[in-house]
């Protein structure tokens, strides 16, 4: 996982994790994250961690970012002791399509090197659709992924133009047949509902579109409005107008609506699949209190209750392994309390809940009154299960809010 950087407590030069943390290593779901931090062009609304060619210059490049990731992977592996075996792996980006087939062949072969695959691991990465092609995804299938993500977003131009996408509608679902052909055995499409000028009719024909492409999995997200981001610069300045939530609602609803008819059930709030094997292991291992090493620029990790994150700039990244030295920036310890309430917000989400017994009393009584308000579903409370109903999803922040 990549995002912007909170406060905590230095991180060790040489990466060391407190015995506490290492103690219950691999009683737990252990995922590996790559973070590619390239992209050919900057989507106006995203706030990732990412660089163009023309913002890094020649102080980075995929080839130091690669020797970077090999170190970093051999520290941890170093830090970790006995290190289990992956059981999942996420490459995300930025573009990880723009390193090309032989580029992320290059990723996963130095994960393999420094921690071996589980036997059936999951192996995901993602892709821009305008960066594939039917060798790309062969490629893919014989180097070991299992699994794709495309960034669609939408299948109306006009959507796309105030994305700042550069694909062309269609070449997501063409993307994605040819992923499918080349073997990939799970494929995902990434909507994005709510840009200011879509209507319903666009994101219905987004839906059908979804649909042909035949995928067994389908993640949608409401935008958002990032400070920093050159969507937020054109909201300020009244160019576009922010998401309503209302709108938003209604949205989220005909996804809903339209995917559930298909056959695809959703089992978080803005996924949906069509079979419990189509569900992205690795992101329930985040949802679940599972451990994770984030490697790359500015990925973020979590082992036995410490979390820590790494600096931000390719070059800073790579300067600090050529060194021998950590690339974290900062990391921090989580209490029991912290724990509790994390485990309140990620659980939650699902569609089998979170179990009653996690909540202290307060929150019980809260969650009896959730029920009374159409946010939690009575009988799953009842077997003790606090799950969200259709209305407690669109609200789901604020019963996080109440049970915590």
Not at 29 to 48: E, K, N, Q, S, W
Not at 265 to 286: I, P, T
Not at 342 to 358: H, I, K, M, Q, T
Request: hydrophobic fraction near 45%; proline fraction near 6%.
């Amino acid at each position: 996982m990549a995002s912007t950087l909170p406060e905590g407590e230095p991180a060790p030069a040489d990466g060391a994790l407190p015995a506490a943390a290492l103690a219950g290593l691999g009683a737990r779901p252990f995922g590996l994250y790559v973070h590619v931090p390239f992209c050919a062009t900057r989507c106006g609304y995203c706030d990732f961690n990412t660089y163009t060619p023309g913002e890094l210059g020649t102080s980075a490049s995929p080839a130091s970012w690669l020797d970077g990731l090999r170190r970093e992977l051999d520290l941890a592996a170093r830090v970790l002791g006995d290190p289990p075996r992956v059981d999942t792996v996420f490459v995300g980006g930025g573009t990880p399509s723009l390193l090309g087939a032989d580029g992320l062949a290059a990723v996963l072969d130095a994960v393999r090197a420094a921690f071996g695959l589980a036997h059936g691991a999951e192996v995901t990465t993602e892709s821009n659709p305008e960066s594939t092609s039917p060798e790309f995804f062969a490629g893919l299938a014989d180097a070991g992924y299992t699994r794709v993500s495309l960034g669609m977003q939408s299948a109306a131009r006009h959507v796309l133009t105030v994305l700042d996408r550069t694909h062309t509608p269609g070449r997501a679902v063409a993307a994605a047949r040819e992923a499918r052909a080349a073997g990939i055995g799970h494929v995902n499409l990434d909507l994005i509902y709510g840009t200011p000028g879509e209507r319903p009719q666009d994101l219905a024909a987004s839906l059908d579109a979804v649909l042909d492409a035949g995928v067994d999995h389908v993640s949608a997200y409401a935008l958002i409005v990032e400070e920093g981001t050159a969507l937020a610069r054109r909201v300020r300045r009244g160019e576009l107008p922010m998401p309503d939530d209302d709108v938003l609602a209604d949205r989220y609803e005909q996804v809903d609506a339209g995917l559930s008819a298909a056959g695809l059930r959703w089992y978080e709030v803005s996924n949906w699949a069509s079979s419990d094997a189509a569900r992205c292991r690795h992101n329930l291992g985040y949802w679940l209190g599972g451990d994770w090493w984030g490697a790359g620029p500015g990925a973020h990790s979590h082992v036995g209750g410490v979390r820590w994150w790494n600096v931000k700039h390719p070059a800073r990244y790579a300067a600090l392994l050529a060194e021998g030295r950590s690339p974290a920036a900062g990391r921090e310890r989580l209490s029991a309390d912290d724990q509790r309430v994390e485990r309140v917000l990620l659980e939650l989400r699902l569609a089998e809940g979170l179990p009653v017994d996690a909540l202290d009393r307060p929150a019980v009584a809260e969650a009896e009154m959730a029920v009374r308000d159409g946010l939690l579903d009575g009988p799953a409370l009842a077997a003790g299960r606090c799950v969200l109903t259709s209305r407690g999803r669109l609200l789901a922040d604020a019963v996080v809010r109440r049970l915590t």
